[in-house]
């Protein structure tokens, strides 16, 4: 094993070697083995057509610090990893693939263009997996799944016929959302709504008259924004409680230009006080005239081809495309009178979310999963708490999506994807659900069979990823040992395309539920708050980052800040700022191991420590009892600020500053056994907290963290099998935390003051640290040593106010500056390096500061509010702070009447 680190941080010479290093050595692998309590998160399955952006960095971020985490504290930890097929995506990209060859899909053939597919996952459907190895994700890879290998498959036949025989899912003709650009439906979930500017068309259709004419005079106007759909009107609606049209109950209107008789209809759905109280029916394209239409029992008229072409029930606009038909409509409707006005409107248009084309509703015959049973246990879970969404808030957009749930197509008229398992007899068009070719049709005999064309809704397999990756419908003795799982981490944005759809999948194929807690994540934007797009330009590819500053830096801060639920922005000076972290803890790791050279470093008695010992040691405790807690809790930017911020300032800036001395005085010649033992103590402590805040830090920046713990330690094989930190009474040291925070106090303000007068950072000098509590002075007289460094002093001497010292004090506060601190004043004869002057108007402004200071602390304690609701703790710190302020005021004081 090397002893010794490279002399610069160098990412990309460590990171690909560590996590080759990881793999070999199976550390990410897990097996059922029920002497260890099981942690299992199953990994969002990336499609095979995705590139790694920031969102998967964020996602699997999360998941990989979950599970590191967890394996370190000794759980048998698994992320079961696998990839989806993403029948909409894959199949737009194979397409695409043929036309640059000059090959229509359809020309192909199905089994032709299935192999393509298959032979197109197999050259490009392992990239994103490559790309999370960069990330350092510790999958166990040999468990890598995809949702269309053989497994999934017959998971998700056998869940499709069991639910069709429990009649949960059936065909029939029903209003869906269509794409006519990837030529498909599409369900509820994959319809994305955005504001267009449009127009609000007004048309009149002339009312019919008794002996069967139009009339010229009596029309009904309303207002519609999609005029080309008049084509499949086949009613006109009112209020059957609307006044105005009371003499039109019964009555007919003419279809312009189709020439159609249609009625007028009496609907409680049309609202009267909009517009005319009138609304034109169009069952074949809107899924509210399709209801209306179901209770009058209005004719259905299609009048759109599946490419958004108006067909032959379009008279002449047939062939048209809908735009140019509603633009060719509108003109007619304008000759014949019968346009009232044009409006400019703004109004929220249904788009498919992948491809962005707007979605046209009409009703087709398909699959669906009837929903008002399956979703019941999946609300009872996240009602009684069995299902945990973090953050808690999200329980109300997930209830808002439960209670207003419809069935789900999940039909696909898709060739990749899981073919339905639905059979037509060739000779009485019977239907057979089966898991395979039925051999004998059940109703007239026959034996020859079609296959259904449709494919099934990706998310449909999706639905079963954490039960069927685990062998399900096998019960296999992973499935009992893994599931449920215990993690959920994804993205807000997915709670009804996925979450919402594992639940109800989990309780009604496993009798219970898929994981324990769902923890969200919120999107990932550029640093002007903007989501990343290709049609801004400003995606951000996670591969450039970590190949500029390394996946540590990028983990670290895609999670510094984070909170769950929460959008984020990206700076790279933040990354930049991560990268100068891991360089301080580089340089850091890489001075202690050169002052443990040629050493053998033993483990201490605890009488052996020396205050400031206690103090790192007892703040580490602190920070493992927290950063556990954060963790546990899901607060992960809260921990890794923690752990952050113990490494930057209490570590590095001053525990190492402090033990300087001591190490340095072994260099300067022979040592005392007092010097010896003083110097292995010191090294023991910075080893040992080195090596724990390395573990704590792990999960954020497993490379860095990996190659100096092996470095540095030879006890534990890898910091990646490592014990996670624990807390120990034994290493809290209340009495020294309190002493070194009053030394720190004086350092920072002996250096403030150096700083304001411009004294040379190498110029020391005397310093007189006056009390009249001694426990204050020993303090000082314990850490002289380090004190000395820190604050720059030649010499410190300790002046005990009660023995005799008030007099020795006025002497030396004439010809010198001071620090107050509560409970002490420490005075630095530099008169000659400073302006009296400008030391009176130092002691003023900080006069004044302690006047704001008190005005606050005197005007909470004084507020009867905040006395009666405020905690008994705040109130005693309250009570703190003021003893404190009172006591530098008077020291302050003092100081400015002995100047005068």
């Known amino acids: 094993m090397s002893r010794e680190l490279a002399k610069t941080y160098d990412p990309k010479g460590l990171e690909d070697r560590l996590y080759e290093k990881w793999l070999s050595k199976k550390y990410f692998h897990a097996e059922a083995d029920h002497d260890k309590t099981p942690f299992t998160i199953v990994i969002p399955p990336p499609n095979i057509t995705g590139q790694l952006h920031m969102g998967h960095a964020l996602d699997n971020t999360m998941q990989d610090i979950l599970i590191r985490f967890k394996r370190m504290q000794g759980y048998n930890a698994l992320w079961q990893p696998g990839t989806d097929h993403a029948s909409i995506a894959t199949e737009v990209k194979i397409i695409e693939t043929l036309k640059t060859e000059g090959i229509d899909k359809h020309d192909l053939g199905r089994e032709k263009f299935l192999e393509r597919a298959w032979e197109w996952k197999k050259e490009y459907g392992g990239r994103i997996i490559s790309q999370l190895k960069k990330m350092g994700s510790s999958c166990d890879w040999d468990r890598e799944r995809f949702t269309m290998d053989e497994g999934c498959n017959r998971a998700v036949t056998e869940v499709f016929v069991k639910m069709h025989e429990k009649g949960y899912i059936y065909k029939g003709a029903r209003m869906i959302n269509w794409c006519p650009v990837c030529n498909t439906s599409i369900s509820d979930a994959e319809v994305e709504y955005q504001e267009q500017a449009g127009h609000l068309w007004h048309i009149k259709y002339p009312v019919m008259n008794e002996d069967g004419t139009p009339s010229t005079t009596e029309f009904l106007t309303f207002a519609t924004t999609r005029p080309e759909t008049m084509l499949g009107d086949t009613a006109v609606a009112i209020h059957p409680e609307d006044e105005r049209y009371e003499h039109l109950k019964g009555r007919s209107v003419m279809l312009p230009i189709v020439n159609r008789v249609i009625p007028v209809v009496e609907d409680t759905y049309v609202d009267r006080e909009f517009g005319t109280g009138v609304v034109k029916i169009t069952p074949a394209h809107d899924p509210n005239d399709f209801e209306v239409g ?18 032959e029930n379009g008279g002449k606009y047939c062939g048209m495309d809908r735009y140019a038909a509603r633009k060719s409509i509108v003109e007619e409707l304008e000759r014949q009178g019968l346009l009232v006005k044009i409006e400019e409107y703004s109004h929220n248009v249904g788009t498919h979310d992948r491809c962005k084309t707007t979605v046209e509703p009409l009703v087709k015959e398909q699959w669906f999963v009837k929903m008002d049973e399956l979703i019941k246990p999946a609300v009872k879970a996240v009602k009684n708490g069995e299902i945990e969404l973090v953050p808690k808030r999200l329980e109300k957009i997930y209830f808002n999506w439960t209670d207003n749930i419809r069935d789900w197509c999940i039909s696909r008229q898709l060739w990749w994807g899981h073919r339905i398992p639905a ?71 997915i709670i009804f395309f996925w979450v919402i759809r594992m639940i109800f999948s989990g309780y009604e194929h496993m009798g219970e539920k898929p994981f324990k807690t769902v923890l969200f994540h919120g999107l990932v934007r550029d640093s002007q708050g903007r989501k990343m797009s290709k049609s801004l330009g400003n995606g951000i590819d996670p591969l450039e980052i970590i190949e500029k500053y390394g996946a540590d830096a990028l983990r670290l801060t895609l999670i510094t800040g984070n909170a769950p639920g929460n959008d984020m922005r990206f700076y790279y000076e933040r990354v930049e700022s991560s990268r100068n972290f891991a360089n301080k803890v580089w340089n850091a790791s890489r001075f202690i191991l050169m002052n443990m050279e ?61 033990v300087k001395p001591r190490l340095y005085a072994a260099k300067s010649g022979e040592t005392t056994d007092s010097q010896a033992e003083s110097l292995n103590t010191a090294l023991w402590t910075l080893k040992t907290v080195l090596i724990d805040a390395l573990k704590l830090l792990h999960p954020y920046m497993p490379f860095i963290t990996e190659e100096i713990f092996c470095t540095l330690q030879s006890r534990e094989e890898s910091i990646v099998i490592s014990r996670w930190p624990e807390y120990s ?16 106090e004086a350092v920072r303000g002996i250096r403030n003051i150096r700083s304001e007068m411009n004294v040379a950072p190498g110029r020391r000098t005397a310093i007189f640290v006056v009390s009249e509590n001694q426990a204050i002075l020993d303090t000082f ?12 002093a030649s010499q410190v001497t300790m002046v005990n106010k009660q023995q005799g010292g008030q007099t020795m004090e006025t002497e030396i506060a004439r010809d010198a500056v001071s620090v107050v601190i ?49 905690p008994e703790a705040k109130i005693a710190q309250e009570r703190e702070k003021l003893a404190k302020y009172t006591q530098m005021m008077e020291q302050v004081t003092m100081r400015l009447n002995q100047l005068r």
């Open 294 to 311: 179901k209770r009058h029992n209005l004719p259905v008229i299609n009048i759109m081809n599946d490419n958004a072409t108006i067909n």
């Open 781 to 792: 007289t314990e850490g002289k040593l380090f004190f000395a460094s820190l604050a720059g």
């Open 598 to 658: 040629g050493r053998e470093v033993t483990t201490p008695q605890t009488e052996a420590l020396e205050p400031v010992d206690r103090w790192i040691l007892s703040r580490l405790n602190t920070l493992v009892k927290d950063v556990t807690d954060n963790m546990e809790s899901f607060e992960l930017g809260i921990a890794v600020q923690k752990v952050y911020d113990f490494i930057w300032d209490e570590f590095c800036d001053w525990y190492i500053e402090m």
């Open 729 to 744: 009474e034994g290493r809290s040291f209340g009495k020294e935390e309190k002493d070194i925070e009053i030394i720190k």
């Open 822 to 870: 509560a409970g002490a004043t420490l005075y630095i004869p530099f008169a000659e390096l400073v302006d009296v002057a400008q030391e009176i108007e130092r002691l003023q402004k900080e006069q004044k500061r302690l006047e704001g200071e008190l005005d606050r602390v005197n005007g909470m304690l004084s507020n009867e509010r905040f006395l009666s609701r405020a």
């Open 423 to 493: 059979y037509y007899c060739d000779d009485c068009g019977e239907l057979v659900v089966a898991g395979k070719v039925p051999e004998v049709c059940p109703k007239c005999g026959g034996s020859h069979f079609t296959q259904d064309p449709d494919t099934l809704d990706t998310w449909f397999s999706s639905a079963l990823w954490p039960f069927e990756t685990l062998g399900w419908p096998e019960q296999t003795e992973d499935l009992k040992y893994f599931y449920p799982t215990d993690v959920l981490v994804t993205g807000y944005d």
